[in-house]
């Protein structure tokens, strides 16, 4: 059980809260219904992204067993075989479609987290080659987790939360993928098949523009006459001083800690960011629900 566990990453599975964005700045926290609603697309969605967690272990086991941190996964460890790896893929991606298909009237959601699955697959068999593509196609990824939660809360989506998405994961693939090329310029040996389509200096360019225009966007977001008279509140511009904070102590992890490896052990580790991304949360309760 532990290595199926293990196999099943729970621990990423925290990257499903964005199914949770719509509901929160769509003001619907307070709705019994739509809470629930939320909750059964972000299970679906774990479900799903655990199966692909397991379809990508399976395509890189060779890769992963000359690794140093990666040689420790389940299968290339020998802990699970391939063969049990692959029942677990297709129970799980099974067990999230009827949980979809048993709590909403409509096709929507099902479709939805089917598109995903299938776009994650391709990319674990041939998209995750193409340096760009691959960061671009896992930030596509959390886009499709934000409009399955606009359809499980019944919100509409704005379409500043769409970019801000696309852009916050974009500028976070970015810093991982930097985190390969340092060890490919430490070790020689390639985490990835694109690293060497990559170097620090462009990624450190891409970090820049990425980061700079989402800071952009989300102050765009924050002035809009639309979302001042959806927040009744003219002060949501000071939540910026909570973004500019989080994008500038990543920076600082990624270019001089030297530690960009993870985003989500970051996020769970890292005191700061942990802080940050709370006063965030509490300010935007505080503005959209008191």
């Known amino acids: 059980m532990k290595n199926i566990l293990k196999l099943m990453r729970p621990y990423q599975w925290v990257k499903n809260i964005f199914v949770f964005m719509p509901l929160f700045f769509g003001g619907q926290l307070t709705d019994t219904e739509q809470v629930q609603d939320s909750i059964v697309m972000f299970i679906a969605f774990c479900l799903a992204a655990s199966s692909i967690y397991c379809f990508n272990d399976i395509i890189d086991v060779e890769a992963d067993r000359n690794h140093y941190a990666k040689r420790n996964r389940p299968i290339a460890s020998g802990a699970i075989s391939i063969g049990q790896a692959y029942m677990m893929v297709f129970i799980l991606i099974a067990v999230s479609a009827a949980i979809l298909f048993s709590f909403f009237p ?23 080659r193409l340096a760009i593509i691959d960061v671009c196609v ?6 499709l987790r934000i409009i399955a939660g606009g359809i499980a809360a019944d919100v509409e989506i704005s379409k500043w939360l769409v970019m801000m998405t696309f852009l916050l994961t974009l500028f976070l693939g970015f810093a991982k993928r930097r985190e390969d090329v340092l060890l490919y310029n430490r070790d020689g040996k390639s985490p990835r098949y694109n690293t060497r389509r990559y170097n620090l200096t462009f990624l450190n360019q891409a970090l820049t523009i990425c980061g700079s225009v989402m800071l952009v966007c989300y102050i765009m977001y924050t002035v809009s006459p639309e979302v001042m008279a959806k927040f009744k509140s003219q002060y949501i511009y000071l939540t910026t001083v909570y973004v500019l904070l989080g994008l500038l102590r990543y920076i600082q992890l990624t270019v001089v800690d030297e530690k960009s490896g993870d985003p989500t052990k970051m996020l769970l580790h890292d005191r700061i960011i942990r802080v940050d991304v709370a006063a965030w949360i509490l300010t935007f309760l505080f503005l959209i629900y008191m």
């Open 138 to 143: 896992l930030s596509f990824g959390f886009v």
């Open 106 to 128: 409509t096709i929507d959601s099902l479709l939805i987290v089917m598109v995903y699955w299938v776009l994650q697959m391709t990319y674990c068999i041939w998209l995750k």
